[in-house]
T-cell receptor, first 115, second 112 residues
Framework: AQTVTQSQPEMSVQEAETVTLSCTYDTSESDYYLFWYKQPPSRQMILVIRQEAYKQQNATENRFSVNFQKAAKSFSLKISDSQLGDAAMYFCAYRSAQGAQKLVFGQGTRLTINP | EPEVTQTPSHQVTQMGQEVILRCVPISNHLYFYWYRQILGQKVEFLVSFYNNEISEKSEIFDDQFSVERPDGSNFTLKIRSTKLEDSAMYFC??????????FGPGTRLTVL
């Protein structure tokens, strides 16, 4: 079974600085998807970024980018120019590319932005 | 922008009672999911639903749980006889393809 681990329960960063959230996963599959979801205090999870395992290029979405290291099974999220609105719980998630549609989530990292 | 909605936002029930959690997925979506998050724990997959049938379910989703899409717009999760350990945040999600999942705001279920 696949597992996702986020080893940082909490992180904080100064506004306008850059922060990196870590995620590692375990799988025997070669084709899969990885996601970062943001869950603000209102508790609705929002998709931040998605990475297909077959793509070598790291995904980017504006200030959000990932560092996908397939061999190391690592998928970190970098937030540049942090803004107060980035404060949230961030979840890393895995989904198989074959059959199973379920998302397997990590424990989450609570990100605080200091003004 | 269309959103997944869930009602109620908070449900309190007595142990042994039946509860129905309601979700309205985004209107043209075809894939539907329920997840739950016990306080302080990971978000866990419960069930996925496509083409009017369950496509996958977890070990948590036992005979006490059922899902239904009764009218083409709502997607419900029923727990027949609630237990204390069913207390959690329940999230509905939907997607136009199996490649995406948009989450609702959740229903907090408290079993007393």
């Amino acid at each position: 079974a696949q597992t996702v681990t986020q080893s940082q329960p909490e992180m904080s960063v100064q506004e306008a600085e850059t922060v990196t959230l870590s995620c590692t996963y375990d799988t025997s599959e070669s084709d899969y998807y990885l996601f970062w979801y943001k869950q603000p205090p209102s508790r609705q999870m929002i998709l931040v970024i998605r990475q297909e395992a077959y793509k070598q290029q790291n995904a980017t979405e504006n200030r959000f980018s990932v560092n996908f290291q397939k061999a190391a099974k690592s998928f970190s999220l970098k937030i540049s120019d942090s803004q107060l609105g980035d404060a949230a719980m961030y979840f890393c998630a895995y989904r198989s590319a074959q059959g199973a549609q379920k998302l397997v989530f990590g424990q989450g990292t609570r990100l605080t932005i200091n003004p | 922008e269309p959103e997944v909605t869930q009602t109620p936002s908070h449900q309190v029930t007595q142990m042994g009672q039946e509860v129905i959690l309601r979700c309205v997925p985004i209107s043209n979506h075809l894939y539907f999911y329920w997840y739950r998050q016990i306080l302080g724990q990971k978000v866990e997959f419960l069930v996925s639903f496509y083409n009017n049938e369950i496509s996958e379910k977890s070990e948590i989703f036992d005979d006490q749980f059922s899902v239904e899409r009764p009218d083409g717009s709502n997607f419900t999760l029923k727990i027949r006889s609630t237990k204390l350990e069913d207390s959690a945040m329940y999230f509905c999600a939907s997607g136009l393809s199996y490649n995406e999942q948009f989450f609702g705001p959740g229903t907090r279920l408290t079993v007393l």
